[in-house]
T-cell receptor
Framework: DADVTQTPRNRITKTGKRIMLECSQT?????MYWYRQDPGLGLRLIYY???????NKGEISDGYSVSRQAQAKFSLSLESAIPNQTALYFC????????????FGPGTRLTVL | QKEVEQDPGPLSVPEGAIVSLNCTYS??????FMWYRQYSRKGPELLMY????GNKEDGRFTAQVDKSSKYISLFIRDSQPSDSATYLC??????????????????FGQGTILTVHP
């Protein structure tokens, strides 16, 4: 977990607020991912990026946007937070080629009131 | 129907028991099969990884894949209290980006909560 860090670890916000979750990695990986985890639903992919100039939507991208500021940094934004975006958010990284094994950060617990 | 189905449990066993965790899937495009372990307030960590039918063993853990039946299992022998966690199966299919493809599209099961009591 220490190789992939997420800030903040916990956040409570109100409906309609803009919020940014940040992810940094020291693994030197090119590929980065954002997931959300909800009870009974497992983890679902929001956005992924293969490189600084490459951004792709995952299966549940509506209501979210991302920014890849550098190879090591990948941010997730909620432009106007709503209560059903209350969840655990995880960032992950993987290396190019090989098995694409993904390494996860410790997560951000987001509550939207 | 979900692409990956996993019994959410919870599962409670005594120390030393053999634990069996299972997932079924419906998408024939899945190429790689993984088990992740997630401790409370932590991110998932990769436990086992396999891509072919059959068994793969790593210490007390054995991952089993049966592609013909679309079924994967994780067996834990001599379970320990430190094994108490949520176990997530995950399967990967091709993921296309602007700079190529990878097998980084993971589809996760719901997770099984395991408690091993002394």
């Amino acid at each position: 977990d220490a190789d992939v860090t997420q800030t903040p670890r916990n956040r409570i916000t109100k409906t309609g607020k803009r919020i940014m979750l940040e992810c940094s990695q020291t693994k030197g990986h090119d590929r980065m991912y954002w997931y959300r985890q909800d009870p009974g639903l497992g983890l679902r992919l929001i956005y992924y990026s293969f490189d600084v100039k490459d951004i792709n939507k995952g299966e549940i991208s509506d209501g979210y946007s991302v920014s890849r500021q550098a190879q090591a940094k990948f941010s997730l934004s909620l432009e106007s937070a709503i209560p059903n975006q209350t969840a655990l958010y995880f960032c992950a990284t993987s290396d190019t080629g090989g098995t694409d094994t993904q390494y996860f950060g410790p997560g951000t617990r987001l509550t939207v009131l | 129907q979900k692409e990956v189905e996993q019994d959410p449990g919870p599962l409670s066993v005594p120390e030393g028991a053999i634990v069996s965790l299972n997932c079924t899937y419906s998408n024939s495009a899945f190429q790689y099969f993984m088990w992740y372990r997630q401790y409370s307030r932590k991110g998932p960590e990769l436990l086992m990884y396999t891509y072919s039918s059959g068994n793969k063993e790593d210490g007390r853990f054995t991952a089993q894949v049966d592609k013909s039946s679309k079924y994967i299992s994780l067996f834990i022998r001599d379970s320990q209290p430190s094994d108490s966690a949520t176990y997530l199966c995950a399967m990967s299919a091709k993921l296309s980006g602007g700079l190529g493809t990878s097998y980084g599209k993971l589809t996760f099961g719901q997770g099984t909560i395991l408690t091993v009591h002394p």
